[in-house]
């Protein structure tokens, strides 16, 4: 069974950096063809793909994040962790990660959310 | 910035069928890349519905179906429960002059009335 489960802090300041991380079990990332994404949701809007880390450490940003994300992997610890810098309070968000896996390249499961509030 | 469209919402009485349509482009459905299906309860994170355009994961309900074509794709619900009230999006992946990457759609909430 697969599980995920997202961490981090619940309220941060303009202009921080946010830091989370997604804990999983029941699967490798370093199983060929696996990866991991992060996914947010601002409250009573849609979701929003954020990055994405493959098996092989193959990175994919959204392009109008990109500058702003950096998304990487402890393959020993079963994590992968999202950095978001320059926060605004247009980022508060429920922020999921989720398993990838072929074909297709469709989520499933998401780990259960973590809401993040950027509040001064 | 969802560049698939999904109508805000739809309805219908118990037992009846409604439809979802997630409209596209050449960039991204019209190119061949694969759709699915999330729903979400309130309050709960989004679970996979269907994935590989028409495809149900174990255990989701028969009456759960979807297709493509062109650019678009669409979701059906034949008798509709009770349960079936939730928050419903398509996703795909999108491949473009400004970049690539995955993309949900705007998201469609369905009312059992």
Not at chain 1, 49 to 69: E, F, G, H, N, T
Not at chain 1, 106 to 120: I, K
Not at chain 2, 33 to 61: E, F
Not at chain 2, 106 to 111: A, D, F, Q
């Amino acid at each position: 069974q697969i599980t995920l489960k997202e961490s981090g802090p619940t309220l941060v300041k303009p202009t921080q950096t946010l830091t989370l991380t997604c804990t999983f079990s029941g699967f490798s990332l370093s199983t060929s063809g696996v990866g991991v994404g992060w996914i947010r949701q601002p409250p009573g809007k849609a979701l929003e793909w954020l990055a994405l880390i493959y098996w092989d450490d193959d990175k994919r940003y959204s392009p109008s994040l990109k500058s702003r994300l950096t998304i990487t992997k402890d393959t020993s610890k079963n994590q992968v962790v999202l950095t978001m810098t320059n926060m605004d309070p247009v980022d508060t968000a429920t922020y999921y990660c989720a398993h990838r896996r072929d074909p297709g390249g469709r989520f499933d499961p998401w780990g259960q959310g973590t809401l993040v509030t950027v509040s001064s | 910035q969802s560049v698939l469209t999904q109508p805000p919402s739809v309805s219908g009485a118990p037992g009846q069928r409604v439809t979802i349509s997630c409209t596209g482009s050449s960039s991204n459905i019209g190119a061949g890349y694969d759709v699915h299906w999330y729903q979400q309860l309130p309050g709960t994170a989004p679970k996979l519905l269907i994935y590989g355009n028409s495809n149900r994961p174990s255990g989701v309900p028969d009456r759960f179906s979807g297709s493509k074509s062109g650019t678009s794709a669409s979701l059906a619900i034949t008798g509709l429960q009770a349960e079936d009230e939730a928050d419903y999006y398509c996703q795909s992946y999108d491949s473009s002059l400004s970049g690539s990457g995955y993309v949900f759609g705007t998201g469609t909430k369905v009312t059992v009335l």
